[in-house]
């Protein structure tokens, strides 16, 4: 199909005698986003980082832009990590970096930009997440929220075509998590970009999500708009949603 990013076909993924992803069925629109909610545990992250090859699928397929990625070598991961940005559980920045070195990374990496172009670069997705004169801070001195902005930066130096936000408000205060979530409405507008955004945070869930798929027990139990799911008899999400999530 066409119309679709990213797209998950029967994916199966155990470790060891635990089998965590049991037949996943998901795909995500070009310019869509879509929230992933589901417990702790369920394997929210391990679903995502297959759409950039960090995990591959015991069985089943994975599609990026129409082309099935799980048997890429590095090489050609590569290239799907330059159309796939990721904003990563942990935030995951480098601490012994600057801001200006985490952000410039990939840009050195995998583009023969000059230093100057890359200055400027680094510059405009730091505009991009509102942040302003911060190039020379280490990660350490940094907020918890601005940490995030930092790796969302990061995750969007190379101009990808879809991000995935692996629980971009965790751990974040109200005022600082609605700055987030606006901030992914924004790059989604501005920028045109698929996303996929996991996430504990319902709130988060309703703002961001065009859609919502429910992970549960290894499979996408229910997969439908915001107000489907507002609506949704599903007892389990009913139960999911009702209980605000968690975290
Ligand atoms: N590299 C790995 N090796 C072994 N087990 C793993 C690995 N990565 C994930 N798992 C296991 O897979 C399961 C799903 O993990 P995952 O991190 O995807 O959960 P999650 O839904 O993202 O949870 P949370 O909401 O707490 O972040 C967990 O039981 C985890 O221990
Ligand atoms: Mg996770």
């Known amino acids: ?11 199966h993924k155990s470790f060891g005698d635990k ?21 702790s545990g369920t394997g929210k992250s391990v679903l995502i980082k297959h759409t950039i090859g960090l995990h591959s699928p015991d069985s089943g397929r994975v599609f990026v832009d129409d082309v099935e990625i799980q048997e890429f070598d590095e090489e050609q991961l590569i290239e799907t990590r330059k159309k796939v940005g ?7 920045l480098f601490d012994s970096m600057t801001v200006e ?21 680094v510059r405009e997705v730091l505009g991009l ?19 995030k902005r930092v790796a969302l930066a990061r995750a969007i130096a190379l101009a990808p075509r ?38 504990h945070d ?24 915001v107000e489907e799911a507002r609506r949704t008899t599903e007892p389990r999400l009913k139960n999911f949603l009702e209980g605000g999530g968690y975290g």
């Open 202 to 225: 319902i709130h988060s869930a309703f703002t961001v999500g065009d859609r919502i798929a429910f992970l549960y027990e290894g499979r996408i139990l229910f997969d439908g708009t």
């Open 86 to 92: 990721m904003l990563f559980q942990a935030g995951a």
């Open 1 to 11: 199909m066409a119309g679709h990013f990213i797209r998950y076909e029967g994916v």
């Open 101 to 121: 070195d985490n952000v410039a990374y990939a840009l050195r990496e995998h583009t023969d930009r000059s230093d100057e172009e890359i200055r400027d670069r």
């Open 162 to 199: 879809a991000i995935l936000y692996d629980e971009p408000t965790t751990g974040l205060d109200p005022i600082t998590a609605n700055a987030i979530n606006r901030l992914i409405r924004n790059l989604q507008k501005r920028l045109g970009v698929t996303s996929i955004v996991v996430t």
């Open 19 to 39: 089998a965590v992803l049991r037949g996943v069925d998901l795909a995500i629109g070009r310019g869509e986003t879509v929230v992933v909610l589901g417990g």
């Open 129 to 147: 997440v509102e942040l302003e004169d911060v190039e020379d801070l280490m990660p350490a001195s940094l907020s918890g929220g601005m940490r």
